[in-house]
């Protein structure tokens, strides 16, 4: 029955997308009406508006980043966490659209016992109302559970079809947890109830484990169609490590595209390699701010949803009802397709993340290239995390010119030597002119890499969920601003 009632309310909000997304100035429209409506705040210079259209709203309210926007919201103080759901009906329409994309590619998933979640944090946006509270069982409720706790309970049932984690760097956590505490785990199961099978199972892992990293969910759990993450800021390295090694043979499906106002971005193709997002006309209200290189940012008025053009860059605006303001996410995406008069889009790079010790401007998606090409040329390894630090944030340039401590974490290669570090600085000469001609002058140093040890990133992830701002989804930083954050690293570095 509630199966039944989840596919009759999939459709029902797949009608409303379809006609939202016809008309989607009208909708953007009522959106804009709606938050207005619901603000928590005073409207500033709308106040007393009868009626406000998308353009007087754009040319009354300015734009402010993200950061500002957490400021003036709170006094001055900063916001206590983001809850690890999204409320609303743009969250609902990402749950119920995905999970009906998702049994729609993977027929078998939806079944009893055929997923787990191995997080305490959940990829779908929002619980599952009644009648369907009972599919909460077979999707995923988040709870306050261990994260061993819930990967015991999963290993428990070989005849998993889906494994689910609330983002990809938490499901790589989990199965280094998985490789570090295997015999524990082991135990744990042989420990079972007297006369279960679960005596064989451990006897299953322990074999598993024996052979390696690669392909380990599916000799754990052979039935294992897909993993479940949901998207955010610096989960691609996570996803290309666990897809090379952990999860290899498997799909990977992003539900929504979710920030801390609310849902972004619905994914309705679960066969797509990579994640491809529809920007919806509902709630939260959405303006696309060109990007344009060399341009002066303050000079670029935002678009509509249906003015996007296929193959720009735009970087997201988001306003709510909850902070009514026109809020610049940082977050950089590419227009790759249509869906009616919507765009769909692929997420490209955040803008708060580039490094600049001399103008160079090495944007997250540049640097990210440079040392792919790196990795690439260092025999046997495979990179599953990075942050890099500007030389003034741990004083560490002092006689010598400004540069890059970078701190890698890999499989496969125990040592760095000398010429592999080197590597790094040639491939960002490669990609980055204007760090060529500074490395040239001398007015740039060479990059330093750092090899971290096992647990390192765990420890970083770990203090960034302590920090009161911290939001969900949590977004992994590729350049750290703060001391104490990049000290989290320094201490662990191995080579």
């Not at 491809?276 to 509902?282: A, Q, S, T």
């Amino acid at each position: 029955m509630a199966g039944g009632a989840l596919c009759w309310a999939a459709a029902w909000q797949q009608r409303r997308l379809e006609q939202s997304t016809l008309h989607a100035g009208q909708s953007q429209q009522q959106a804009l009406t709606w938050c207005l409506r619901e603000a928590r705040r005073p409207l500033g210079p709308l106040q007393g508006t009868t009626a406000t259209d998308t353009s007087t709203f754009r040319n009354h309210l300015p734009l402010i980043k993200a950061s500002q926007a957490q400021e003036e919201e709170s006094g001055g103080q900063l916001l206590p966490p983001m809850s690890t759901q999204c409320y609303g009906e743009a969250a609902l329409q990402a749950t119920l659209l995905g999970l009906a994309a998702l049994s729609k590619a993977f027929p078998e998933v939806l079944t009893p016992g055929g997923i787990a979640c191995v997080t305490p944090t959940s990829p779908w946006p929002r619980p599952l109302p009644w009648p369907w509270r009972i599919l909460d069982q077979v999707v995923s409720a988040p709870g306050a559970k261990h994260p061993g706790a819930l990967l015991l309970e999963a290993l428990r049932s070989p005849g998993l079809r889906a494994l689910e984690a609330g983002t990809a760097t938490e499901l790589l956590d989990v199965f280094s947890g998985l490789e570090a505490n295997g015999e524990e785990l082991a135990e744990a199961m042989a420990a079972g109830n007297p006369g279960s099978p679960l005596p064989s199972r451990a006897a299953e892992l322990r074999e598993a484990l024996d052979l390696g990293p690669r392909g380990l969910a599916l000799r754990l759990w052979p039935k294992l169609q897909v993993v479940v993450t949901l998207d955010a800021g610096g989960q691609t390295e996570a996803v290309a490590a666990l897809a090379a090694l952990w999860c290899h043979g498997l799909a990977f499906f992003s539900p929504a595209y979710a920030a801390s106002g609310g849902v972004v971005g619905l994914n309705l193709w679960p066969e797509q390699a990579h994640g491809r997002y529809l920007l919806p006309p509902g709630a939260p209200f959405i303006e696309l701010l060109p990007v344009k290189e060399g341009a002066q940012e303050e000079a670029a008025s935002t678009v509509l949803l249906a003015e996007a053009q296929k193959g720009e860059e735009y970087e997201l605006v988001l306003t709510n009802h909850a902070g009514l303001a026109r809020c610049r996410l940082g977050d950089v995406v590419q227009v790759v397709g249509a869906y009616n008069q919507c765009p769909v889009v692929r997420f490209v790079r955040r803008l708060g993340q580039a490094l600049n010790v001399r103008g160079e401007d090495i944007q997250e998606d540049v640097f990210t290239e440079a040392l792919g090409r790196a990795v690439g040329q260092w025999p046997g390894a495979k990179l599953l995390d990075h942050s890099c630090v500007e030389s003034s944030i741990l004083d560490s340039s002092q006689g010598s010119a400004p540069h890059y401590e970078v701190f890698v974490a890999l499989r496969g290669l125990r040592n760095l030597s000398e010429e592999n570090r080197d590597k790094l600085d040639h491939c960002l000469q490669e990609v980055s002119p204007r760090y060529k001609s500074l490395r040239f002058r001398g007015s740039v140093g060479p990059a330093r890499v750092h090899l971290v040890g096992r647990g390192a990133f765990r420890e970083l992830r770990a203090a960034l969920a302590a920090c009161p701002s911290s939001c969900f989804p949590s977004e992994m930083p590729r350049v750290l601003r703060h001391r104490h954050l990049a000290e989290c690293l320094q201490r662990r570095v191995l080579s």
